[in-house]
């Protein structure tokens, strides 16, 4: 095998598979990195899916949250009070590495 032959197969997931479920992200954060990135990809994929969006602002949520097809949107504390936990598996923090633990703690 070539160099080239194997960095072709490199990125090859024949171990994924949708056989049990798909996996519900809440994402924490709504800046460019969210918008721009994660939800595109999320989009492109049938191995998980954004449920639920978090930001500062309930309106920006829910907002972020329509425009994108997503189940709900909520603000930071009502993410921590257990807002919406049944709707999500995984959590993606997507705030700034120096805020994360509240959200992790959650």
């Known amino acids: 095998m070539t160099l080239e032959q194997y960095l072709d197969r490199f990125a090859e997931r024949d171990w994924q598979s949708t056989e ?3 996996v ?8 460019w990195w969210v918008r721009e990135e994660v939800l595109p990809a999320l989009e492109d994929t049938d191995l998980c899916t ?3 969006l978090v930001s500062g602002s309930a309106e920006k ?3 972020v ?4 097809d997503v189940a709900a949107g909520v603000d930071y504390e009502a993410f921590h009070d ?3 936990a049944d709707r999500y598996d995984a959590v993606y923090v997507c705030t700034p ?4 633990l509240p959200y992790v703690r959650t």
């Open 65 to 68: 949250a329509d425009g994108a």
């Open 50 to 52: 954004a449920t639920v």
């Open 61 to 63: 949520a829910e907002s």
């Open 82 to 84: 257990g807002a919406a």
């Open 97 to 100: 590495n120096a805020v994360h």
């Open 24 to 31: 519900r992200f809440a994402l924490v954060g709504l800046g």
């Open 20 to 22: 049990d479920g798909t």
